[in-house]
């Protein structure tokens, strides 16, 4: 039984034959299955069509994205034992004003995220945090030659001292503080500068080396908001391919209300009672509005309302 997918990103419904890919004779047979396909990508966007009211990514022949965009393909996986692809493009011009005329538009990632279907946006996220990780390490680390692909475009390996080198995904914490010693319980939110009038949302930060999952959590509700962290529970993760991370979605319950956003990560806090959550979830809220719809810190937020 597939696991359940809470969060947008997750859920990626293709067998990434992770155990094949390593075999170049497997890929090239794969890469000549006359019912290959690829979707296309331009600068992290993906290709995207709109029909009967419903949008969804757009898929090309692999021979027919070859065609268009020569020597820079992904291997993502298998559906249904058929080979799925995916292909980009560089440069400021918009293939659909060339090539690819009449076949879509392409859409900022985080814009298609709030209108793909779950399985569309989760194998789309995973291309272009594959797609960035190979725009910023093209070069080996140890010697500064430059690497080679392999794998299907998951490793790269140094061809003066063979070391290999595999993608990237960064853990971050992002979490929901509670406090339950008042008349009622309620959580924090925070807010950044710069972002949209109302926006408030959790907190959350990178997990530095040598340091925990619960502990990262502690350390950051301390830094943004002056909060003392005592019991920690995990809700669920969510891929974030902002380039490439991990969004570890915690519920973190403290043991005081005396929270002082640090002006440095935050501007402003804000407690808010089950019901205010609830207005804020439900576009209500006089003064907050909450995280978008494909961000895990909205499924927090609703989560701790329903009762976790």
């Keep these: 039984m597939p696991l359940p997918a809470l969060n947008t990103f997750a859920g990626n419904p293709l067998d990434r034959a992770g155990d094949r890919r ?10 000549a299955n006359p019912e290959a396909l690829a979707m296309v990508l331009w600068e992290g966007r993906p290709l995207l069509e709109t029909k009967d009211a419903q949008t969804r990514l757009v898929w090309l022949a692999l021979a027919h994205a070859r065609a268009v965009v020569p020597d820079r393909e992904l291997f993502l996986g298998l559906w249904k034992a058929a080979p799925v692809f995916a292909v980009e493009v560089e440069g400021p011009i918009d293939p659909t004003a060339g090539p690819l005329a009449g076949l879509g538009a392409f859409i900022e990632m ?3 995220a709030a209108v793909l279907a779950g399985a569309d946006a989760a194998m789309a996220g995973t291309a272009k945090s594959l797609f960035d990780w190979r725009r910023r390490h093209g070069f080996c680390a140890a010697c500064g030659v430059m690497s080679e692909t392999a794998c299907g475009g998951w490793k790269r390996i140094c061809p003066a001292c063979g070391v290999e080198h595999f993608p990237r995904v960064d853990p971050v914490t992002i979490m929901l503080p509670v406090f339950k010693g008042g008349a009622e319980p309620k959580c924090l939110l925070g807010r950044q500068v710069g972002w949209p009038e109302g926006r408030m949302s959790a907190l959350a930060g990178f997990v530095e ?9 502690a350390r950051e509700i301390a830094e943004e908001a002056g909060l003392t962290v005592i019991a920690v529970r995990h809700h669920s993760s969510q ?9 570890i979605g915690l519920i973190a319950e403290v043991d005081g209300d005396d929270a002082r956003p640090d002006q440095t990560e935050l501007e402003a806090v804000a407690w808010l009672t089950r019901a205010e959550a609830r207005a804020c979830l439900e576009g209500t809220h006089p003064t ?7 961000a895990i810190a909205r499924t927090l937020l609703q989560a701790w309302v329903d009762g976790f």
Excluded at 22 to 31: F, I, R
Excluded at 288 to 294: G, L, Q, V
């Design 288 to 294: 907050i509005k909450a995280p978008p719809r494909f």
């Design 110 to 112: 985080r814009e298609a």
């Design 209 to 217: 080396p040598g340091e925990t999952i619960e502990e990262g959590c």
């Design 239 to 247: 891929p974030w391919p902002f380039p490439s991370q991990l969004m």
């Design 22 to 31: 390593n075999d170049p004779d497997w890929l090239a047979e794969q890469a």
